[in-house]
T-cell receptor, first 113, second 109 residues
């Protein structure tokens, strides 16, 4: 049981590049979410999903896309990277709802130059 | 005003001390509350949920005051291993949770 896994662990992008952050969980959790964490800001919700095929926006969705084709996977796409997207990104999952314990992946540290 | 506010600290305490953190939330519709712990450069992990009647888990006690819209976490007999950032979390009444910015705790020998 690996829990929540994220790849890559580190990434450096140039402004304007696109990429996908991967997130997978093997706990059969329905609820998955993406957060970004910046110094002094806490974790801010980017997008979330309550089940396969269902996604919705969080607090800071601009510049990011998500999809949920399976229960296990919830990738986050950066469409055109900007320096303001330099951050640590965490994926989380919980079951049966968001009000239960959220299990976080180890994070992806992204730098946009 | 942030939806969930915490004193950023840092709190510097000696081993064995009792330390208390407070957190305020602005959404009166919030129903679920949590404390998470985050070690340096690691992912957050659930420390405890916060129930209306208050709850205790070993050296940790959480309290909820709905009238004043604040949540507290009390740590008794602090250990060096308690050094971490403590994140207060509240739901928004929908399918979202809001994290506070965290309170840093340093426990010194």
């Amino acid at each position: 049981n690996a829990g929540v896994t994220q790849t890559p662990k580190f990434q450096v992008l140039k402004t304007g590049q696109s990429m996908t952050l991967q997130c997978a969980q093997d706990m059969n959790h329905e609820y998955m979410s993406w957060y970004r964490q910046d110094p002094g800001m806490g974790l801010r919700l980017i997008h979330y999903s309550v089940g396969a095929g269902i996604t919705d926006q969080g607090e800071v969705p601009n510049g990011y896309n998500v999809s949920r084709s399976t229960t296990e996977d919830f990738p986050l796409r950066l469409l055109s990277a900007a320096p303001s997207q330099t951050s640590v990104y965490f994926c989380a999952s919980s079951s049966p709802t968001f009000t239960d314990t959220q299990y976080f992946g180890p994070g992806t540290r992204l730098t946009v130059l | 005003r942030k939806e969930v506010e915490q004193d950023p600290g840092p709190f510097n305490v000696p081993e064995g001390a009792t330390v208390a953190f407070n957190c305020t939330y602005s959404n009166s519709a919030s129903q679920s509350f949590f404390w998470y712990r985050q070690d340096c450069r690691k992912e957050p992990k659930l420390l405890m949920s916060v129930y209306s009647s208050g709850n205790e888990d070993g050296r940790f006690t959480a309290q909820l005051n709905r009238a004043s819209q604040y949540i507290s976490l009390l740590i008794r007999d602090s250990k060096l291993s308690d050094s971490a950032t403590y994140l207060c979390v509240a739901d928004t009444g929908g399918f979202k949770t809001i994290f506070g910015a965290g309170t840093r705790l340093f426990v010194k020998a």
